[in-house]
C-alpha cells in the first residue's frame, strides 16, 4: 500500500503564519501566547513536523477573546 499524501486543509493556518498575519491588526501575539490561548480556550490543533496548525476561523475567535481581555 502506497502512502498517502496528506495536505493540510485551505482554512489550516500554522501558528507561525498566523502570528504574521495577525500583525497586521494591530494587536500583536507571540507564537507561544497564542498556542496557550488555544489550549485555554479548547481549539484542535495538530502537530505537523516542527509546526502545529490550527483552523484559521477559530485563531481569530481566540485572537478577539485575547484582544477584549486585555482591553
Known amino acids: ?18 502570528v504574521l498575519l495577525l500583525e497586521r491588526t494591530g494587536h500583536r501575539i507571540t507564537v507561544r501566547t497564542l498556542q ?7 481549539v484542535p490543533v495538530v502537530r505537523r ?3 502545529t496548525y490550527a483552523l484559521w476561523p477559530d485563531v481569530l475567535e481566540v485572537h478577539a477573546a485575547w484582544v477584549d481581555s486585555a482591553e
Not at 1 to 18: G, I
Open 49 to 51: 513536523g516542527r509546526h
Open 1 to 18: 500500500m502506497a502512502a498517502q499524501f496528506v495536505s493540510p486543509p485551505a482554512d489550516e493556518v500554522s501558528m507561525t503564519e498566523a
Open 36 to 42: 496557550r490561548q488555544c489550549r485555554m480556550r479548547q
